[in-house]
């Protein structure tokens, strides 16, 4: 009793706290935001917090703050209330803030978004840099502190600048403008820019002026320019004036101006007349320290050389998407390029040209400062010696791109001419298998030969650690086109999705320098023997993933003595076929292999149930099929990765365990530090299992079906660091279930079902190890039950991301979607509890007391006189209602062919051709409008002596003949009234209890309409006597005889 008094009490507390009594001092744990210090500066990041205001800060002392509050839903930004507590700020981010979409269909398009009124940042005397793009802002904000360096304003509504927008910003060194008006922002012509907008900023030095759908180069640009972005305007011309001034301009985007619009990926418009940008001779003549220039999909035809005559220093030139196959022919231009870096040439492609080769002039042979060459989309059939000659003698040259050609044949040779390359990416051809011999080459038959007299499989344990190493000189490619964890161990060849169906090991015997192979998306399906990559010495990383590989054989890989990754993930074609042999056993051939990807498989079978590896040290085995393997009563496979004993990470996630055999779990390798069981439907784990890992520190559990921890985990473990067990079904942790585990640090506990949390869940003080702790998504409940909790929070110094905002309330209703941290502990302090308690406690105790004593004495007393008193202060009479109407008109209205049938045929025979008048009430023309239906039905039947139900198949099975039904009946229980008539249009409850039995009482109240129209006359004159007529008058007195009937 007390405890639901108690609870009572604390709902009743927590909705006055909710009218507003609490303490709205903001805190580190209050704020909605992610608090980071380094050095003399903080930054708060309030991103993505569903935020529709500025928030409070916390107390700082810092002299720089950045204020992140990107991807909320502020709507209006005012001053001087929005940014009063905030000091010291030098960054504000307000990118993309969201809105709903009533907002967003306000046909004043500067109404859709943020709102910023003028002088809003006036005050913010430190304030460096402000980011306001995706906000649909129609003009500059006005007033900005003269201290701003960076001013971002892409993707708004800003179709106008002049030169009072940027007046005052002097220190001004970054703006960002693009994307204001285009194809995906449509604005009314162009952003129009005025002359001199910018000439004042001399300390400017970036200007992105890029999809704005300007048609010239604004004028007087300051000469402070480093870079200058002009990409997918409308320029049609540039002039020798354009750049005049720019002296000290490095980088320059001009791409996307007079578009090659064919296959272009967004809405595309050609230029008139010659439909390439035309560019004057002398147009980068002063441009001595441009560096990067950028002409990329501008329709050139050809390149001129006086272009580059003065701007010798230039590293990296874009010429992609153009029609420059004829210009990659003779290319004069590169002469006047001995130092660039990076050249790009893709996609200038003829349109329906297919030529056999690629003509590379010997011009480019000149470029040797090239470290980056990328030609794709050249289309061409065949890459030989002789189109690539001029490339060799590129000593620099590290990254060759040559992906997207249709590319056919290859003559590998030529690739051995190249004495630096780091990367040769051919990904995205046709390259197909073929051979210059008709047999297999006598290096391969004597590799066949030798290991014929070897001893095929060691599988006992020499006692020899292998260890993985990578290179100490690892290059690092400028392109992400090859995985950087693959490109680190060496030279790298990605020949991915292409048509190498089958590997022919001659063929590569130019790449026995390669330290990194890609043939991932290739269809191979062959039963790979060992041999097939002898001419790979070196070969660490190997991707052999989405094949269609066959593992018949166990000799596979036996020749690549230096391997240290393989993946052969989704290669399940043949695992995917019962009664075929798989073999894992080649890993036991690999002594250095480190890494093995066999993911998504679905392996549901192997010709081994056991396999041995001592170099391996992370299995990926995602995506299979263990719940087959280890399946209730099959114990073939639990010893499946048991001698994987240098194995320290394992993922077996997305294998449909519902559960996992206790002895499985202890025969998986006992060094494991990382265990990855995510997204298995698991319903239940057993912790105690975790005795057999000594070094386990990452367990991953989430997206399961799991219901409970298990109390003292550090019973069964001690090495454990992180755990995650987000996404499951946990109602209620065990008490101390942390108790002296030191070594867990990283909880995550996040979209499970907990509402309770107690203080003695978490230790406190000394006792607690926890640093990070993840709460989001539970159904929390904020009674005062959640105090203890609360305090832990304030007393203990875990991170719990996001808990202003994402750890919330689900119950009370008042308290939902409220952040538990804002809930006030003060409001269920014990002085007041104890208070009110006493007060409740008093009410309570009095009456309990005297009630048993009066009962026992004067019981019998008592119950008389409450008896009769009740019967006295009830008791009244049934008014008669009064009568207006003869007949209430019950029917579908909904049904056209009933209504006609009313208004047409009921009410003209009744209303009009009979002597006595009768009058009817019907819905549609005397019901009161306005009123309720079920207010309109019991006035309409308390004031109609009859009510007339005209029955069809639809209309009895409506709620509204169920509620004018019962109502009648209601009136005969309260009134003795029967005023029930039916009328059958349709034949319609055949099977009803109550129709048969009032067919035998009143069977003159039932009445069918005739299917013969000569009986339509009688139809009507029994309709006239039964509602001119009392039904009690017409009863069956053989029915009635025994039943006294009180009026």
């Given amino acids: 009793m007390l405890r639901l008094l108690k609870k009572l009490l604390c709902i009743l507390i927590i909705n006055l706290n909710f009218f507003g009594i609490s303490n709205t001092t903001s805190t580190n744990r209050t704020i909605p935001c992610s608090i980071t210090e380094s050095n003399d500066s903080v930054t708060f990041d309030c991103s993505a917090r569903h935020l529709d205001r500025i ?42 803030n969201h809105y709903s979409k009533l907002r967003l269909y306000n046909p004043n398009i500067c109404k859709r978004g943020l709102e910023i009124n003028n002088e809003t940042f006036a005050n913010l005397t430190k304030l460096e840099i402000l980011l306001i793009d995706h906000n649909y802002l129609c003009e500059i904000p006005s007033g900005l502190p003269g201290s701003i360096k960076i001013l971002s304003l892409q993707y708004n509504n800003i179709f106008l600048i002049n030169k009072t927008s940027f007046s005052g910003y002097r220190h001004l060194k970054e703006i960002y403008i693009g994307n204001n008006c285009y194809y995906g922002n449509s604005c009314p012509g162009a952003l129009h820019i005025e002359n001199d907008t910018f000439s004042e900023l001399k300390e ?19 000469t402070s320019l480093k870079k200058l972005y002009l990409s997918n305007n409308r320029l049609k011309v540039i002039s020798t004036e354009d750049f005049k001034n720019l002296v000290n301009l490095e980088v320059l985007y001009l791409s996307g101006n007079c578009p090659r619009c064919f296959n272009a990926a967004y809405p595309c418009e050609p230029c008139p007349g010659k439909r390439f940008l035309e560019i004057d001779d002398f147009a980068f003549q002063f441009l001595k320290n441009l560096t990067v220039l950028h002409l990329g999909s501008t329709s050139l035809t050809s390149v001129s050389k006086t272009w580059f005559q003065n701007i010798t220093q230039l590293k990296e030139l874009n010429l992609r998407l153009n029609y420059l196959v004829t210009e990659i022919a003779t290319a004069e231009f590169v002469s006047f390029l001995p130092s660039l870096e990076i050249l790009d040439l893709s996609y200038n492609y003829n349109q329906k040209a297919y030529p ?126 090859v995985k950087p964890e693959c490109s680190a161990y060496g030279k790298a060849l990605d020949l991915s999705r292409n048509s190498i169906f089958f590997i022919e090991p001659e063929e590569f015997r ?75 056993k080649f890993i036991e051939n690999l002594d250095k292999l480190s890494v093995l990807n066999l993911s998504w498989n679905e392996i549901s079978t192997l010709t081994e149930s056991q396999i041995n590896s001592f170099s391996l040290k992370e299995l990926r085995f995602a995506g299979n099929r263990l719940d087959v393997l280890w399946k209730n009563g099959d114990k073939r496979y639990l010893n499946l990765f048991h ?85 499951n079904y946990i109602q209620e942790l065990a008490d101390a279930f942390l108790i002296k585990l030191s070594s867990l640090t990283n909880l995550d506990l996040s979209y499970n079902h907990i509402q309770h949390i107690n203080k003695s869940i978490f230790l406190s003080g000394n006792d607690n190890y926890l640093k990070v702790l993840r709460l989001k998504g ?40 409220h952040g538990i941290i804002s809930f006030d502990i ?30 026992s004495l004067f019981y019998w007393d008592i119950w ?73 039905i019991a006035e309409s039947i308390n004031h109609s002596k009859k009510t007339l139900f005209v029955l069809t198949k639809k209309y009895v099975k409506s709620g509204k003949f169920r509620t004018a039904f019962y109502m009648a009946m209601q009136k005969l229980m309260d009134e003795n009234q029967d005023v029930i008539v039916i009328v059958l249009l349709q034949p319609v409850l055949q099977h009803s209890q109550y129709l048969r039995m009032r067919k035998k009482i009143c069977k003159s109240s039932i009445l069918e309409w005739p299917k013969n129209p000569y009986a339509k006359s009688l139809f009507w004159q029994k309709m006239k006597n039964v509602l001119l007529t009392e039904n009690i008058s017409r009863y069956n007195n053989l029915y009635t005889d025994s039943i006294a009937v009180v009026r």
């Fill in 510 to 584: 130019p790449f026995s320098d390669v330290a990194c192979l890609n043939l991932s998306s290739n269809g191979i399906g062959q039963d790979l023997e060992g041999g097939e990559f002898i001419y790979f010495p070196k070969l660490a990383y190997l991707d052999l993933s989405y094949n269609k590989l066959d593992f018949a054989s166990i000799g596979a890989f036996q020749e690549l003595k230096q391997l240290e990754v393989l993946d052969v993930s989704y290669n399940q074609h043949y695992f995917t076929v019962q009664s075929v042999t798989h073999h894992l």
């Fill in 864 to 936: 008389y006189i409450y008896h009769w008193c009740v019967a006295k202060l009830k008791y009244s009479k049934v008014p008669n209602s009064e009568t207006i109407y003869d007949a209430f008109i019950t029917y579908d209205d909904n049904d056209p062919a009933v209504s006609d049938w009313v208004f047409n045929e009921l009410c003209h025979q009744l209303e009009n051709k009979v002597d006595k008048h009768i009058l009817l009430c019907l819905e549609e023309r005397d019901w009161e409008p306005g009123k309720a239906i079920i207010d309109n």
């Fill in 826 to 855: 003060h409001a269920c302090n014990v002085d007041l509890i104890a208070l009110i308690m006493f007060l409740l406690s008093f009410i309570l105790i009095i009456p309990l007391t005297i009630l048993p004593l009066m009962s």
């Fill in 778 to 817: 539970n159904p929390f409940e904020c009674t005062c039950e959640i105090i203890e909790f609360l305090n832990w929070i304030n007393n203990n110094n875990v991170n719990i991301p996001r808990l202003a905002t994402d750890v919330i309330c689900a119950t009370p209703e008042k308290w939902k979607k």
């Fill in 356 to 481: 056999n080769n690629i003509n590379i002039s010997d011009n480019f042979s000149k470029l040797g400062s090239l470290k980056e060459l990328h030609i794709q989309g050249y289309v061409f059939k065949d890459i030989t010696s002789k189109n690539l000659a001029p490339l060799t003698k590129l000593s620099k040259l590290k990254i060759l791109n040559l992906s997207v050609n249709f590319v056919w044949q290859v003559d590998f040779k030529v690739f051995e001419k190249f004495s630096s390359l780091a990367i040769i990416y051919l990904s995205e051809n046709r390259i197909t298998p073929y051979s210059e011999r008709s047999n297999k080459s006598q290096a391969i038959q004597a590799f066949y030969n030798s290991q014929q007299n070897k001893t095929q499989y060691n599988l006992t344990y020499n006692g020899i650690e292998h260890r993985s190493t990578i290179p100490s000189e690892i290059v690092i490619p400028v392109s992400n086109l």
């Fill in 643 to 727: 001698n994987f004993t240098n194995l320290s990470i394992l993922d077996i996630s997305y294998n449909r365990l519902q559960t996992i055999p206790d002895e499985a779990v202890c025969l998986l390798p006992a060094n494991l530090t990382e265990l990855y069981l995510h997204h298995n439907g698991l319903i239940f784990f057993g912790w105690k299992n975790l005795t057999c890992f000594r070094n386990l520190k990452i367990l991953d559990l989430s997206h399961n079906r799991i219901t409970m921890i298990m109390a003292h985990l550090s019973k069964y473990t001690n090495s454990l660091e992180t755990l995650i067990i987000s996404h």
């Fill in 55 to 96: 928030p409070s800060p916390t107390i700082y002392t810092s002299n720089s703050v950045k204020l992140l509050l990107s991807q909320n839903l502020i709507k209006t930004i005012e001053k001087p209330n929005s940014f009063q507590d905030w000091e010291n700020l030098t960054k504000i981010d307000l990118n993309w």
């Fill in 204 to 222: 400017l030095t970036i200007l992105n002026l890029s999809f704005n759908n300007l048609g010239k180069v604004p004028h007087n640009l300051p």
